[in-house]
């Protein structure tokens, strides 16, 4: 929502939205079932080995057993938080990206991806988000974003990021601008068409 700006999403922008929520709820309800699942199949492997020694089951070890699982499903929820919630802003980014350029008259508008450079960047990241420069952002057209989740080698970004602790936030580049030598947003000219010079010197990648 904060993605959208102020204003109240439309009913299309409404059931992007809300389905973006029912995927993510489904992943934390399959892991649920999934730790349910786990967890009761090594208590009941633990009590059969006690059963087959003639020795009573052990609260201390079926405590451990429990938590090992619980600590795991903790991990993995991180995970779909990380990656659901950079979804939603992506996609809710790029739905007032669509709204913004169609009031410029810009049919299929060009974007890139802000990157966090630090030990947590992907090496997928250099590639498809950044020039070799590795500071300069690389354009796509917005129609060129997939909305699937990135699988190591595609040939292009997607809305839910690169990895799961991906934080690359899609932004618009109105028509006429550009970027300078430092990499940052600059305007040049009115009839300045940046994503075509840059991919005449740096083609896609792959």
Partial sequence: MNALGAEEPNKGEEDVLKTQLRIAAGYVDALKVRTQTRAIQA?????????FKKESIKPSVVRKLVFKEMDSAQNHVKLIVNTESNKCVNTGTALQITKVAASNEDENPVVFFNVVVDDVTG?????????????????????????????????????????????????????SFGFDEKGKIAWKKLDHDEITSQREKFPLPR
Wanted: with cysteine.
């Fill in 43 to 51: 208590v009941n492997a633990h009590a059969q080995e006690q059963k």
């Fill in 123 to 175: 090496p997928e990241e250099f590639i498809l988000h950044l020039l070799p420069d590795r500071k300069t952002p690389r354009l796509w057209y917005l129609s060129e974003i997939g909305a699937e989740y990135h699988k190591k080698g595609d040939s292009n970004p997607k809305l839910p990021g690169l990895h799961p602790n991906c934080r690359c936030k899609l932004t618009y580049l109105p028509k």
